[in-house]
């Protein structure tokens, strides 16, 4: 099965720009209630996923308040943990190895450019579907 049957589009999805600050990157993830978030280039390619810990130890390296949060930049931070792409031609087996370990997985065109998510719910919904039948 195509993998693009699960995407979640670029257009329908959240992410942030590797220009954003901490504070816009803090009051999107806070405002969409994200505990991750991709990030991409102004380019469209994927670059990261940063996580509400990412940016919590940024503060706290840092020693941030919330007007110095407007002047760091999240190209700056670098993630704990690596939330891996995948490419959009990748079949199931890819996909079910990548997400049993992340909650969502980025999805890339053959040119790397972010194209959307697939999420570990949709996924698991779609098996569940699969079984009753």
Request: net charge neutral; with cysteine.
């Amino acid at each position: 099965m195509n993998i693009l049957f699960y995407l979640l589009p670029k257009g329908k999805v959240e992410f942030l720009f590797d220009d954003f600050t901490i504070r816009q990157a803090l009051e999107k993830m806070e405002y969409h209630q994200y505990s991750t978030i991709p990030v991409i280039s102004r380019e469209g390619k994927y670059l990261f996923s940063l996580s509400e810990g990412d940016l919590l130890w940024r503060i706290k390296e840092l020693n941030l308040n919330l007007e110095a949060c407007e002047k760091q930049y999240i190209k700056d931070i670098t993630p704990h943990k690596s939330v891996l792409a995948i490419r959009s031609n990748k079949n199931i087996d890819d996909l079910i190895d990548l997400i049993m370990n992340q909650n969502f997985v980025p999805v890339i065109d053959d040119r790397e450019s972010f194209i959307g998510i697939i999420t570990r719910k949709s996924v698991i919904e779609h098996l569940r579907k699969q079984l009753s039948k």
